[in-house]
Structure formats: structure tokens, C-alpha cells
């Protein structure tokens, strides 16, 4: 965990699983629950391009931080980003404009990988400049659906906690498997645990063949609350009670977060 400068302790959950396995709606989920504690900040950041969690969470993106990278680098060749202490400040500026904010919830979308071409000092003051803002929650929360070492390498360098998320398939759980290892490498978590989704009842968790480096926080069954809302593009702030919600709590306060 890390101590903020504003004396909060942050808790940096990055969410990660194989591509449709629920990683944005448990994002979103998680939100909302983290969200609902009393006097507690989240951050939710958006690493899909395709604004998964943006859409989840009801909130229209005006402006993500791949936007901001590229116009750096074009006032960079055009020789117009003054010095290192000016480009910081700019950026920091622009970063916290970029956040959107609903009641206790900040968002921020991080947009599509970078071009060919390594700015890799422009990503580093970027990094540098979310993990600043990140002092200020009490939770963040990243819709991780590049992967972790992008997550690494374009938004966080450290996550506290890294949350798997798998559907009952041999595939999905491998992948949850091979993230982990990854994950050792490129972001050093504190803690990690997987989520099953969507899984039919007790019997379909019972002939699961998991792996035994992974530890299970629990399951969630099909919900068609999260379905319906899905279809319906409401956000997940709004939606009532049902399994999702039920099931994710539970799975939070094994992994320490409730
Ligand atoms: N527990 C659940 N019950 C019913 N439907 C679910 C559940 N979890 C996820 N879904 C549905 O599965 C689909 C994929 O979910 P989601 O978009 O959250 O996955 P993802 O891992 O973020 O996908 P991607 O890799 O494409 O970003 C969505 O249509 C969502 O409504
Ligand atoms: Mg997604």
C-alpha cells in the first residue's frame, strides 16, 4: 500500500482477465461498492480504448490522457514544451482537467496505446503525474483490458491489489494464471486473488480444475440485472441489488477492500 502525501493509504486495484470474461462490469461493480463506503475517494481509470468502464459508469469521455501524450509530443518536435519543470506543470494541469467527477468518484480514461515511436520520458512524467493524483483517493480502481504490463507501462507502475477475473473456462483461467506471473514481473502487487464469473451454481464450481497458484475470492452467477443494464448502456452506479453486487461484496472483504 501506499501513503498519499494527503496522509490516505491507497489501495490500487487493477482489474485483469482474459477479453469478455466481466473485467468491466466487476470494474464497475466495484466502483459503485468502494464508492458507497462513508468518507472514501475512488478513481476509476479506463485503460480500454474502447471506454468499457466509461460506459459502465454512465460517464461521457471528453478527453483522455493519450490525447494529452500526443499533443505534448507535437509541441515536443515543433519545439514549443519549454523545459522538463514546464512540461510537468502542464501536464499536471491537463491530467487533473482531464478527470471527470461524479459525487466521490473520479474518472479517467487513458485512451488507445501510443503510436510507433518511444517517448518513453513523456510516459514517464505521465506516470509520474497519475500517481500524484492518486495520493488523493482512497481507492483506485483500473479497467485493465491491455494487459498488465500496460498497465505498467501507461498508467501505474504499482498496484496494491491485482484482482483476476475468469469465466468457468480452461482458457480464461490460464490466462488469469499467466497475468499473475506477469504481473510478479512487471508491477510487484501486494496482493492478489481471482474472481470466477458467471458461472452456473455450485456443481460448475465444484469440477473446476483450478490452479493452484491462484487463490479464489469467490464466484459470481449469471446475473441478469448486469445483462439488462448492459443492453440498456445505464450505469452501474444505478443498479439495484442482485447476484453481481451480492457476490462481488463478499469477494471484496475476503481480498481486504470492504
Ligand atoms: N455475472 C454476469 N452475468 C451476466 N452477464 C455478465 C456477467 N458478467 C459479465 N456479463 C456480460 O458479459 C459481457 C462481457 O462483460 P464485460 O464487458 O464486463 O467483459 P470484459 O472482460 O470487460 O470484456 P473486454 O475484454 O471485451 O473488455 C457483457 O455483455 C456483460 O453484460
Ligand atoms: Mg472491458
Same mark, same amino acid.
Given at each position: ?92 494541469? #491537463? ?20 503510436? #510507433? ?142
Amino acid at each position: 500500500m501506499t501513503a498519499g502525501s494527503t496522509g490516505k493509504t491507497t489501495r490500487v486495484i487493477a482489474v485483469c482477465g482474459k477479453g469478455g470474461v466481466g473485467k468491466t462490469s466487476v470494474s464497475a461493480v466495484l466502483t459503485r461498492l468502494l464508492s458507497n463506503l462513508p468518507d472514501k475517494k475512488v478513481l476509476a481509470v479506463d485503460a480500454d480504448p474502447a471506454f468499457g468502464l466509461a460506459g459502465a459508469l454512465g460517464i461521457a469521455v471528453s478527453r483522455t490522457v493519450d490525447q494529452i501524450r500526443n499533443r505534448l509530443i507535437e509541441r515536443i518536435q515543433q519545439g514549443r514544451a519549454g523545459d522538463r519543470r514546464e512540461i510537468i506543470a502542464g501536464l499536471d494541469y #491537463e491530467v487533473l482537467e482531464a478527470l471527470e467527477e461524479r459525487r466521490n468518484i473520479a474518472f479517467l480514461a487513458i485512451g488507445r496505446p501510443e503510436l #510507433e515511436g518511444c517517448y518513453c520520458q513523456v510516459n514517464q512524467f505521465l506516470k509520474e503525474i497519475i500517481a500524484s493524483v492518486h495520493k488523493a483517493f482512497d481507492y483506485v480502481v483500473i479497467d485493465g483490458e491491455a494487459g498488465i504490463e500496460q498497465v505498467n507501462r501507461r498508467v501505474m507502475e504499482k498496484v496494491t491489489h491485482l484482482l483476476l477475473v475468469s469465466d468457468a473456462s480452461a482458457k480464461g483461467l490460464r490466462v488469469a494464471e499467466t497475468i499473475q506471473i506477469v504481473a510478479a514481473r512487471a508491477v510487484g502487487y501486494e496482493h492478489s486473488g481471482l474472481i470466477l464469473n458467471r458461472l452456473r451454481g455450485r456443481d460448475e464450481q465444484a469440477r473446476l480444475r483450478l490452479p493452484e497458484t491462484l487463490k479464489v475470492l469467490g464466484w459470481i452467477s449469471e446475473d441478469d440485472m448486469v445483462r439488462d443494464f448492459d443492453i440498456a448502456g445505464s450505469s452501474f452506479l444505478n443498479m439495484p441489488d442482485g447476484p453481481m453486487i451480492q457476490s462481488l461484496g463478499v469477494c471484496l472483504s475476503r481480498f481486504g477492500l470492504l
